[in-house]
């Protein structure tokens, strides 16, 4: 029966669907019903030799599913009854066998659509941020679906906002791209609560953004609503280079997931903005003074890890509460909302800036010392008195500027300097830009509006704080410094020069206040990131120690305690007598401590072994001849303070 080809329009098809009973073939010439037959399907039927049409249903449905075409006898004979019978008997089993397989593929594809839903539910309600989980998401649905793009978009006000996209094709848009919300297919979705399929948009397309995609090679795509409660918020589109790429099973399983997840993501939306509500200043659209205490700290953080600097400055209104008396909050308020905008539109893409409260700003710079900031700052101030002036507001502005480490190496003490600055640039006439620097030189005539900030005293408290965030370390400044004068006394230093190497001692490791607790405290192998974190506090020390005048001669010890003899050391990698000779005498007396000291990774070591480990290293580590020297030292016995743990100088 080759080339039997039956439409499903076909007379043939529609008369079995009625009557339910055999067709033999004389009656197609018979019967009324078959007079609109084609002469083309006539033949067919003639040249395939069919006798007997039967039809093949579904027994629960009872719906029309195939339908069996039976030849001539091999003897030219009719088909007796029995003969018929027995032919609507195999049938009737075949139906059945057929229904039942159709209906455990049925059951293993639902299964499996479940699954898939159950899978796709958990991944987008494993994180408030949808953006996050988004790839996995898609990679998950292309296990039923195969697509090349895919996006969910939110309605905002007259805009499509791109919340998430995933391609394997050149996109016609880019996550978090905001697109005019009229004319697309989105818009019509969310209005009508229905699927929209596009087969091929070569042939056609009914909305303004189809030509953009195919000019990106999307040849098919469907649109599907993402409803709360029967409102549309915006729609989960997926496409793919193929024409007609998607059948009605495809689209059936992609409005589920859209059902599915439309919850989860208006719930991260809910979560969005209030995170976004509570980190930002209702009035004025600036970040608020709680999430400055929160990123203050993460700059901190960062630029301790890498020794670099970073400024901020706080910034308060001249004379804003007389024009408050004078014009009513409203109006006050309406001019913080305005001097916001300055400030905002004033300073670099990389600085943030807040609402510290009232009529006071703060900015972070980051990667900014302080002529950096005085320049940023300055423009901000011009500004500022350059609109004011031109709304014929008696409104100026005053400056305080800040910078870490060297004004503060804690969130209250860089806040706190900018303060005094500012109280200094208000105090002298206001609308003008003060620096820390500029205020440490100001004489006082009232000690009880201003106490000058004491950066010795700062500075030893840090190196204690520092130790005692390790309980393995705690004291082992203290004691670095016991041996590392006894050696710079033993080869005859000057008295002066002692002192230096006294004072670098107890502020060799003040620069590991930029390494996080878990990598100081870490039990295990270290990874290159905590390797680069450690390598950097030397110089961040030297950084820190050098803002203070009277540490500057510190500065190369701090900075060159742990370079090599032979040059394999950090930060610069020098070797020999590169490296100065209290920076040598530190290495000696630092790796001595550490050696004898337990450490989180392992117990501390019997003399005997720290002294092989120090001849090893002679040569290559540290200075030869100071070994030799501190060798002697050892032999002869350090203070008994030092062995029992007791402060060496606190006598």
Known sequence: MKGLRLVADSPVVTWLKQESTILPERNLTILPHFRSMWQEERDSIRSAEVDIFLPLFKLEKGELAAVVAISERGDGKPYAVEDIDLLESITSKVAASLEKEYYNEQLQEQDKEINLLNRLTTIVTSSMSIELIFEGFVQELRNMVDFDWATISLVDGDELYILALSSNIDSP??????????????????????????SDLAQYTRFVTGKRYL???????????????????????????????????????????????????????????????????????????????????????????????????????????????IYGHPSGDTLLNHIAKVVRNSVRNADQAFRYG?????????????????????????????????????????????????????????????????????????????????????????????????????????????????????????????????????????????????????????????????????????????WEAIKAHPRLGATIVGNIPNLVPCVSSILHHHERWDGGGYPEGLKGEEISVEARILAIADSFEAMSSARPYRPALCSEKVMKELRRCAGSQFDPELVQVFMRIVEEGFPEKVKTGQNPSAE
Not at 222 to 237: D, H, N, R
Request: aromatic residues 8%; hydrophobic residues 35%; glycine residues 8%.
């Open 358 to 530: 009232g009529d006071e700003f703060i900015v972070i710079l980051p990667q900014t010392d302080m002529n950096e900031a005085h320049a940023v700052a300055e423009r901000v101030r011009k500004r500022i008195a350059r609109e004011m002036k031109e709304r014929e507001i008696a409104v100026t502005c005053s400056i305080g500027i800040a910078s870490y480490p060297s004004d503060g190496v804690i969130s209250g003490e860089l806040v706190t300097v900018a303060d005094t600055a500012l109280y200094f640039a208000k105090r002298t006439g206001g609308n003008r830009v003060y620096l820390s620097s500029k205020v440490l030189s100001e004489p006082l005539d009232d000690a009880g509006v201003y106490a000058r900030h004491n950066g010795l005293s700062t500075i030893y408290a840090l190196a204690s704080t520092v130790e005692a965030k390790d309980p393995y370390t705690y004291g082992h400044s203290r004691r670095v410094n016991v041996y590392a004068v006894a050696l710079a006394e033993k080869i005859g230093l000057p008295p002066d020069q002692v002192s230096r190497v006294s004072t670098a001692a107890l502020l060799h490791d003040i620069g590991k206040i930029g390494i996080p607790d878990k990598v100081l405290n870490k039990k295990g192998k270290l990874s290159k990131e905590d």
């Open 173 to 198: 848009w880019q996550s978090e791209e905001r697109v005019p919300l009229e004319g697309t297919a989105t818009e019509w979705v969310c209005r009508e609560g229905k699927i929209v399929y596009e």
């Open 215 to 325: 000019e990106h090679g999307v040849r098919s795509i469907v649109y599907l609503p993402l409803k709360i409660k029967e409102q549309g918020i915006g729609s989960l589109v997926v496409a793919s280079r193929q024409h007609d790429a998607f059948d009605a099973r495809h689209i059936r399983l992609l409005g589920q997931v859209a059902l599915q997840i439309a919850t989860p993501i208006e719930n991260s939306q809910l979560y969005a903005r209030a995170e976004q509500r509570a980190r930002v200043d209702e009035l004025t659209g600036l970040f608020n003074r709680r999430h400055f205490e929160e990123r203050i700290k993460e700059e901190i953080s960062r630029h301790g890890r890498y020794g670099n600097a970073f400024s901020i400055f706080l910034l308060d209104l001249d004379n804003f509460k007389t024009y408050n008396d």
